[in-house]
């Protein structure tokens, strides 16, 4: 078994958190504007930083502590939010990291960024598509939903973009 990292463990808690807070955010604030005229469910900012949340854990802690964060996100929600809404994100996280992971593992040599980006993309459409459709029966904010989670998850991977530089710059 892989003994975690404190940075492995800070992923896998904020990861964690996203699960309920997203579902709470859908719970209490219903769709909200995501750009060019489209709406989405609140959620739909806290899973495309979920997202970016889930390659950093899975890099620090590997692919079964970051399922194992699925299941206790999934057990928050059930007990935080609406328990339709959390069995909706289940589903839609499990099938979206499952097929994250084979977009991300091979493209995680060819550097980090580009591994998140890639596999972000595959997992932005399978989750919105499963969760549209198990916790909303249709796919109106379908638009909206893939809209909001790309915002999300540039603004991420641009954030840990200047960070790896900065961090390059002072190492030389």
């Given at each position: 078994?892989?003994?975690l990292s404190r940075s492995g463990v800070a992923w896998l808690a904020a990861y964690v958190a996203t699960i309920p807070a997203a579902n709470l955010a859908v719970e209490h604030f219903g769709a909200v504007p995501v750009?060019?005229?489209y709406l989405a469910p609140a959620g739909v900012y806290v899973v495309g930083l979920a997202l970016v949340l889930r390659d950093l854990a899975r890099k620090a802690a590997g692919r079964g502590a970051v399922v194992a964060?699925?299941?206790?996100?999934?057990?928050l929600s059930w007990w935080l939010a609406d328990p339709g809404l959390a069995a909706a994100s289940a589903a839609a996280f499990v099938v979206?990291?499952?097929?994250?992971f084979v977009?991300?593992?091979p493209l995680?040599?060819?550097?980090?960024?580009?591994a998140m980006l890639a596999s972000n993309a595959v997992g932005i459409v399978a989750d919105s598509l499963l969760f549209l459709r198990i916790g909303f029966?249709?796919?109106?904010?379908?638009?909206?939903q893939l809209l909001g989670k790309a915002w999300m998850t540039l603004a991420a991977v641009t954030v840990l973009a200047?960070?790896?530089?900065?961090?390059?710059?002072?190492a030389s």
């Amino acid at each position: 078994m892989k003994r975690l990292s404190r940075s492995g463990v800070a992923w896998l808690a904020a990861y964690v958190a996203t699960i309920p807070a997203a579902n709470l955010a859908v719970e209490h604030f219903g769709a909200v504007p995501v750009g060019f005229g489209y709406l989405a469910p609140a959620g739909v900012y806290v899973v495309g930083l979920a997202l970016v949340l889930r390659d950093l854990a899975r890099k620090a802690a590997g692919r079964g502590a970051v399922v194992a964060a699925i299941v206790a996100g999934t057990v928050l929600s059930w007990w935080l939010a609406d328990p339709g809404l959390a069995a909706a994100s289940a589903a839609a996280f499990v099938v979206a990291e499952s097929m994250d992971f084979v977009v991300y593992e091979p493209l995680r040599e060819r550097g980090l960024l580009l591994a998140m980006l890639a596999s972000n993309a595959v997992g932005i459409v399978a989750d919105s598509l499963l969760f549209l459709r198990i916790g909303f029966g249709g796919f109106e904010f379908l638009p909206g939903q893939l809209l909001g989670k790309a915002w999300m998850t540039l603004a991420a991977v641009t954030v840990l973009a200047v960070i790896a530089r900065r961090r390059k710059v002072v190492a030389s």
